[in-house]
């Protein structure tokens, strides 16, 4: 005698956990992605010279708003 398996409850249960679980992770992994973006930006813009945010019309006081910017579209 076979034993096969059906679609039971506890599979649905699980398969919607699974399907939950990937929905977060990817979440996670859009927001770090991001994360590293507004890092990167803040980082090289923050270690220019003034002289040179000077020529590029940046003041420095700005850079967190344009490191939000390139990473989140604020």
Do not use: W
């Not at 096969?4 to 929905?23: C, I, K, W, Y």
């Not at 006081?61 to 989140?72: D, M, T």
């Amino acid at each position: 005698m076979a034993i096969t398996r059906s679609n039971s409850g506890l599979d649905v249960v699980f398969e919607a956990g699974r399907t939950f679980f990937h929905q977060k992770l990817d979440t996670m992994r859009n927001a770090q992605s991001k994360r590293r973006i507004y890092r990167a930006s803040y980082y090289e813009l923050s270690v220019l010279s003034d002289r040179d945010l000077t020529d590029l019309g940046i003041p420095r006081s700005n850079i967190k708003k344009l490191a939000l910017e390139a990473a989140y579209g604020c």
